[in-house]
């Protein structure tokens, strides 16, 4: 098929490949060149321009009194911006906040929102503005001959495709935007900085980016912070015109308080104070006790945060603050902007500066000539009115007798036209305030200003001097001190959440239903605690509250979480399972509490097991971790201690049988089946019921339903013999032990 033909009515076809694909680029340039990426020249997006070039004609200037912003917005949308009037006063907005602009160009009056909150503005029929001194620097040469102008939507109007900037705006207030495939996020510089690195790159076009960065520090943002990024990576990121940085909040410290008074750029204090508050709820900031909001007009930025003692260290604090909140943010650039030949471009900060020196140059030049052309043209009427002056007895006759004065007078004089309609527009009363003089001092002074002009034009150093001396007189008038601190720091880490705990003595309660609580103290009476109805005590550990609790279930995975966020005990408890996610069928049967370095007896009823490190089974998957692997038709064997001083391991058979072997003949395992420590015969069905560990001096608890057997050293060593043998019975009537206890 023909990219396009026609058919016997006269329609137009188009395959739909071709068409879509059209439409698709006409839109995405649309959105690139016309909505969301600036022009380098003045640094704005059209919807920004239309604006302020319009207040201009609403005669909104700093001196003069501020009118309601509808009033404004009524304007753009009705002769330049035909799109939502809600949009338009939002980029109305941004350009008036403080907060968001290092230099603001609208002056705005009432409520135009907080650094708390951005989009709190008041609606635009409560609101006032008026363009600020720095929209000056945008306006002030619009009317000189310096810019392009085109019409408007409608063609009913004309407006300027770009403003004739004085200053680098592009840099100075930043931009960010997102076009189809492409986006722009220019932080904003000082204007002092700026200023002195056009002035230095003029008097060396050969200067490197890292030369330009002695003057240009970094980003200057108008909320103030530090930026944390090394010298290296911002050279980086200048070079190639994009990269992140990163920006921290800056904070100080009075009366053990700490006080932070400057964030990040559009960072909300408010936001920052419910990322903190969550922690606290969720226990990870035990050392904080309070947190408040004292920001107010004199200082938009003062949030305190009080921890519980002196003994606080708060550098680490505020560190971990920095890891795990807004206070430290990363901040991406990208220089992608519209050249001044119309096309989007990632500039390196150099190759950015050096676009905007020729618009400049180019600006300057427009306006020079344009003002020449006016002085060209005033010279020429005044030697007509001149000419009228030395002969005007003639000139009034000619006037008084001839049907065409004015072509008697161009033959008569030798004239132009031009100079013939200047003579003829002249009101008899101002006859005689034409004195030879007057026009001859006037025609000396505009000779004297077109050739300096022609000079200038002629002389690029001239240009260049031209322009270096309007940035240091705007730089004087517009700059200010640098606001954004750069101090060279390690990114923050946040602190090992156990290490954030306070150090204090609690008792694990797990109930045989799996609940689970938390009491102050070792000294826990454990016949007083009450369980809910068909449940009862299962088993308790010791600790401390920064360790982390281990739970196996009976399929052999561990579950871990910090000590100080199991419930506590004044109530009967809560499902451990509703903690994590268990395997369906899944019941925890075990605990294990303690030191990272404690020594564990992990073991199943098929008489296997391992010793294994209770820093092995910490698990930060919800899902736990496979520890045990159960040998078909077992069960987990409640976890035992060994201690410092574990010299045998017992084991127990439920048919009676006890076995004791040296502690140093059993491996020790990260997971797995484990090795034999009891022989079971199958024809006996018997099964491992219980192990445990003892010192040479311990005596052993020998427990079957509810008799209780003591088996003191000298008798233990009857049962002694070698890890996998069955083992001896216990006794007579002792067929069925449940469980073994060592006793000191």
Excluded at 41 to 49: I, T
Excluded at 172 to 200: C, F, K, Q, W, Y
Excluded at 501 to 528: C, F, M, Q, W
Excluded at 535 to 540: E, G
Aim: glycine share 6%.
């Amino acid at each position: 098929m023909k990219e396009q033909e026609l058919n016997f009515e006269g329609i137009e076809q188009v395959p739909i490949s071709a068409f879509t694909e059209k439409a698709y680029m006409d839109y995405s340039m649309y959105v690139v060149l016309d909505r969301a990426l600036p022009f380098i020249g003045d640094g704005l997006k059209p919807v920004q321009r239309r604006i302020i070039f319009a207040m201009s004609g609403l005669g909104l200037s700093f001196s003069s009194k501020p009118k309601k912003s509808a009033r404004t917005i009524g304007d753009v949308i009705g002769k330049f911006h035909p799109h939502g009037d809600s949009a338009s006063y939002e980029a109305m907005v941004n350009m008036a906040q403080p907060f968001g602009y290092r230099y603001p160009i609208i002056d705005g009056h009432g409520n135009w929102g907080s650094q708390d909150d951005p989009k709190s503005f008041a609606a635009m029929r409560y609101t006032e503005a008026r363009l600020a001194k720095y929209a000056q620097t945008l306006l002030e040469e619009i009317n000189l001959g310096t810019v392009e102008w085109g019409q408007n939507f409608d063609g009913t109007l004309q407006e300027p495709k770009t403003l004739p900037s004085k200053l680098p705006n592009l840099l100075l207030n930043g931009v960010s935007g997102i076009a189809v495939g492409m986006s722009t996020d220019i932080p904003p510089h000082n204007l002092r900085e700026v200023n002195s690195a056009l002035i230095r790159l003029i008097d060396n076009p050969d200067m490197t980016t890292g030369q330009i960065l002695k003057n240009i520090k970094g980003p200057d943002f108008p909320s103030g912070g530090e930026i944390i990024s090394s010298k290296k990576e911002l050279l980086d990121i200048y070079k190639k015109g994009s990269g992140i940085l990163r920006v921290r909040a800056k904070y100080q410290i009075y009366e053990n308080e700490i006080i932070i008074t400057e964030l990040p750029h559009q960072i909300s204090g408010a936001k920052i104070l419910e990322q903190i508050a969550a922690q606290m709820r969720a226990k990870k900031l035990p050392m904080l006790d309070d947190l408040r909001d004292e920001s107010d007009h004199e200082s938009p930025t003062r949030l305190v945060l009080s921890p519980k003692s002196n003994r606080v260290d708060l550098a680490l604090l505020m560190n971990h603050l920095f890891a795990t909140t807004d206070l430290e943010k990363s901040v991406r650039m990208n220089f992608n902007i519209i050249g001044i030949d119309g096309k989007p471009k990632v500039f390196s900060l150099k190759a950015l500066l050096e676009e905007w020196l020729v618009f400049r140059t180019t600006t300057v030049k427009n306006r020079i000539g344009n003002r020449l052309e006016q002085v060209t043209e005033r010279l020429h009427i005044l030697e007509g009115l001149l000419i009228a002056y030395l002969n005007i007895d003639e000139v009034i006759a000619i006037i008084r007798k001839e049907d065409e004065p004015k072509e008697k007078l161009i033959k008569r004089f030798k004239i132009t036209e031009i100079q013939a309609n200047s003579i003829l527009d002249l009101k008899l009363r101002f006859l005689a305030k034409l004195e030879e003089i007057k026009i001859k001092t006037e025609i000396q002074e505009l000779s004297d200003e077109r050739l300096q002009l022609e000079k200038i034009l002629e002389s690029k150093l001239k240009i260049n001097t031209l322009i270096k001396d309007e940035l240091i007189s705007l730089a004087e008038l517009h700059g200010d001190n640098r606001r954004t601190e750069l101090i060279e720091r390690e990114a923050a880490q946040a602190i090992d959440e156990s290490k954030l705990v306070s150090n204090e003595p609690v008792t694990i309660i797990l109930s045989k239903n799996g609940l689970v609580r938390s009491a102050k103290g070792h000294d826990v009476d454990l016949d007083k605690l009450t369980y809910r109805q068909n449940d009862s005590f299962l088993s308790s550990a010791l600790g401390r509250s920064n360790q982390i609790v281990v739970f196996m279930d009976n399929k052999g995975k561990a579950y871990s979480i910090l000590s100080h966020k199991l419930p506590s005990a004044r109530g009967q408890g809560e499902p451990i399972a509703s903690r994590f996610k268990l395997e369906d069928g899944a019941s925890f049967k075990s605990m294990f509490f303690g030191k990272e370095t404690d020594k564990w007896l992990v073991t199943s009823s098929a008489g296997y097991g391992f010793i294994i490190s209770l820093n092995s089974l910490y698990s930060r998957n919800k899902s736990g971790k496979a520890i045990l692997n159960l040998p078909k038709n077992s069960e987990v064997i409640p976890a035992k201690p060994i201690g410092e001083k574990g010299k045998y391991i017992a084991a127990v058979s439920s048919d009676g049988r006890l076995l004791l072997f040296e502690i140093e003949d059993f491996p020790e395992l990260s997971r797995g089946k484990g090795n034999k420590i009891l022989s079971l015969p199958k024809k006996t069905n018997a099964y491992m019921t219980s192990v445990c560990a003892l010192s040479k001096e311990d005596s052993l608890i020998v427990v079957s339903g509810d008799r209780k057997k003591i088996i003191k050293p000298a008798e233990l060593s009857n049962f002694i013999g070698k890890r996998g043998q069955r083992g001896n019975l216990v006794g007579r009537n002792w067929k069925k032990i449940d469980t073994l206890i060592p006793k000191s």
